[in-house]
């Protein structure tokens, strides 16, 4: 038997711990304890000074465990197991109690902390005794990288990578890549045309050589691990050789067939066979089944007749691609909360309550009007209305911010000053005016001279009473800051919905293995700290599928996301976490419960060259959580660092009433 | 003059006491403002009252504090789903029972009426089911299938009686057993709740209970969508668990099981108005129609505001006991609109609602082109 020397280390935290624990009390309490060598109290454990201690007293009393008391393992074991490795001491002959969110933050009572703070400390040594010594093991990093999503934070993602010369697959379900931010027109606050920017980051991602761009394409199945996923993508049939076509629009004028267009929200149409857009990303088309002519009632064909390079082919199925990649971004956008969902607000309801997104499309110069800002019947709108806030910040529909819509609410009220002659009124509950340029954007608007109104519209009606001028839309809100109701009779209503998760986003999430919030967006790892990667190694998330967000920001992310995909792929390894589940093959019976409980896929149960099914674990998915462990009715299965014996001794130390 | 924004920790307490807890997620939108009624016909700041609340520095004397109608259409929009009704009725209760201010004169009397004698109209207890004498109703025994409430509106008004008499004539014509408790009943006391007494409330409700629980009700009939909401839903707080069904529900179930056939038409267009506590307030919009649909010839026509967003009568939170001034009566813009649409007959499904509409149909002098009809009458009509 080895003799077991333990150094323990009760950090002050500033005054978190101290304040409430005495911490030089349970140091002293410490050091009375079986198989203490040293026991010692520090102001900042997680200092370089607090660790040196460590490594120092490693050295000079020859330690083989390591106890700090201090904060959560999640805050610092880390630090810990590299400071002691630092020394040639096994990391995992370290462990951790947490006086600080377990004992400090959550009681008043010094006395009762301490005694507590004394208590964990005891489980602790008690626990570390029967720690073994672990071997982490690392894999190499395959440096390829599948983007999922191509809106801006997908682009921008795969252009930082590619330009690395790393390989990218950028996936996207659209025909064309270019998301919500190739529909807009002007984008705030700067008012560039979004198209003027965005085209030619499309085209790079078009022709770079490291960007394998699959559109029309969707991810079907994940396997795999970090470094390792192996990612099966359907393409969905085009109806076109995209390696025949040469894009010359032969086939999309020559089409008879409409349908509204996707693209232009509705407003107009495209034809069966189509591009969504003319800088669309591939420039080729696909074929519409809903709407092709040869596929409904079995004649047409011709677009085939006028394509030149013989590329339509009616006879295409979808096909499935399998890649293996090392990392995921997920950049999957937002879907646009559907207005209609409130009645009062009248949207389909009376033609000229538009969406913020309809709006974009009329701006545009390539949109329906032709950039001009117009009632449905062609006239010039005299007075507008501009609501925010429609579905967002509403706990009947969504609690939080979108975030975007009070600065589109205001680059909305520039454009229609800047085409008509329209009054134009800004209806807001509070202006959110925070990035760069916004506020100055916001005065800007004032001095235009917008009209604001504060308050939430209860109404948009085309009932008038008294002598309001019939034909009217009358807008019905409490002007809070005068405290009057008003009825504002306008031509034009322009709601701004809330940014919403996708409405496929939970079947997303499963198959890559990530949660989401309880608003539905992805689940960062941490919302301050780690705000692009998800609890799932490997997989990343950027732009608005982890939260409505605008161009900067998403591009940021996009950026942040490529970032931490590099990094890994600089690394060129990946470690794999030695606290995870073993089985013991004498035991298991081939029940499958293991399979069944794990979130990970990480057990199997298999054949393996025996006569008898048995399960084994694959090392790089397992997290070590332990619920196959507690599922295992024969007990065959074991976490390692976190064996009976050693969560027992705890208990059994735990229960000693102490005098 | 620059007044102290210190909040008011006592005024805010007592309002917090008396169950009007709600108010402190208001973020001032002034949605309830745009969406109230009473912004139809006069100016009714419940925003402000809302903050006013937060900073405790309500005036109690105010009269806005009565406006209210509960007919909760803030309530269903409230983006901080703030329950302005608790706090409207804390507010009323601080005036009532501790005596902040001075209840309105017409609501006072009332309710010391109701208190005093059981229901508002003042009359004796033992003229309670005098309606029911000549129409074959038989007092509620232990083989009665059915307890029918009729509402003390019905019971002791003869302008109203009429929802009483269709509905037991349905009820006979289809075979139902069923009984009333007659000088047993008292007021509901819902609408008593909303105008602050809350004590007095509570003395109704467990009057009710206990003569419902002795005389062995399980199952209770309502005509007025206020007893339905009150047995429903808050009876249960006091102990008073019974299976409660409004009468456009039983008559919808009858319909739907064959139990119930028309043989007359009635080759009318008719306007259903939503009474609040039965669809905003209860979520009861289809059974209505669903029974107005079956009547042959009967043509359904919607009125401009429907369902979820109805306009209320005027006559819910206790003010169908207080004076409502002529040009200030949502049921005559309720009444505009139905002739608007050109509906032959205004249907109602609540006693409330019958009072405040025939009160505008004879005071717009309009009795030559609409009448106003409770939901039963017509189906005991088309039988």
Known sequence: MEDIRIGVYICHCGLNIASVVDVEEVAKYASTLDSVVVSRDYKFMCSDPGQDLIKS?????????????????????????????????????????????ACSWVHEDKELATAKAKDLVRAAVRRVKLQEPLEVREIPFNPNTLIVGGGVAGIQAALEIADAEHKVYLVEKDPSIGGHMIQLDKTFPTLDCSQCI???????????????????????????????????????????????????????????????????????????????FAQAVPNIPVIDRDYCAYFLKGKCRACEKFCERNAIDFEQVDRFVDIEVGSVILATGYDLFDSSIIPQYGYKTYDNVFTGLEFERMSSATGPTGGEICLRDGREPESVAIVHCVGSRDQNYNEYCSRVC?????????????????????????????????EEFYKRVCDEGVTFIRGKVAKVTDRTIGDEEPGKLIVVVEDSLIGSVMRLPVDMVVLCPALQSRADSEDLARKFVINRRGDGFFLERHVKLDPVTTPTDGILIAGCCQGPKDIPDSVAQGAAAAARALSMISKGKVTLEAAVSHVNTDLCIGCGRCEEVCPFNAP????????????????????????????????????WHFKPEQILSMVDALAEVQQ | MVQAVTPYQEAVDIVKEAGGEAFKLCYQCGLCSGTCPWNLVRSFIVRRLMHETQLGVVDFEDEDIWLCATCNACVSVCPRGVEIIDVMKSLRNVVAEVGAAKVPDSLRITTKTISAAGNPQGEDREKRGEWAENAGVKPFTQDSELLYFSCCVPAYDPKVRRIALATSSILQNVGVTFGILGAKESCCGESVRKAGN?????????????????????????SSPHCYHTFKNEYPELGGNFEVVHS?????????????????????????????????HNNIYDEPREVLKSIPGLELIELPDNREQALCCGGGGGRIWMETKKEERFSDIRLEQALEVGADILVIACPYCMLNFDDSVLTMGKSDVIEIKDITELVQEAI
């Open chain 1, 57 to 101: 007293d490693i050295k000079e009393h020859n330690l083989n465990r390591v106890i700090v008391a201090s904060c959560s393992p999640r805050m610092h074991e880390s630090t810990f197991r590299k400071a002691c490795a630092a020394a040639d001491l096994n990391p995992y002959l370290y462990e951790m109690a947490n006086i600080r969110e």
């Open chain 1, 198 to 276: 965005l085209t030619p980051k499309m085209a790079a991602v078009g022709s770079h050589p490291y960007i394998e761009l699959m559109t029309y394409s969707e991810v079907e199945e994940v396997t795999g691990f970090v470094g390792n996923f192996n990612v099966k993508i359907r393409k969905k049939a085009r109806y076109v050789k995209e390696e025949e076509c040469n894009g010359c629009g032969m086939c999309w004028e020559k089409c008879p067939w409409k349908a509204p267009s996707e693209y232009e929200v509705g407003m107009a149409e495209r034809k069966a066979i189509y591009t969504p």
């Open chain 1, 406 to 438: 009070c600065m589109y609410g205001l680059k909305t009220a520039h454009l229609v000053k800047d085409k008509t002659n329209a009054e134009v009124y800004e209806i807001y509950i509070d202006m959110r005016c925070f990035g760069e340029g916004y």
């Open chain 1, 604 to 639: 199997k149960v298999s054949m393996d060259g025996g006569p008898l099914p048995v399960s084994s674990v694959n090392e790089a998915l397992c997290k070590g959580c332990g619920s196959c462990a507690v599922a295992c009715p024969t007990g065959a299965i074991t976490i």
């Open chain 2, 198 to 222: 809350e004590t007095i409330f509570q003395g109704l409700a467990e009057d009710n209970i206990k003569a419902f629980e002795e005389s062995g009700v399980k199952k209770i009939l309502v």
């Open chain 2, 248 to 280: 456009t529900q039983y008559l919808a179930e009858l319909i739907r099981d064959g139990k119930l056939k028309f043989s007359k038409e009635i080759n009318k267009k008719v306007a259903y108005h939503d009474p609040c506590y039965l669809g905003r």
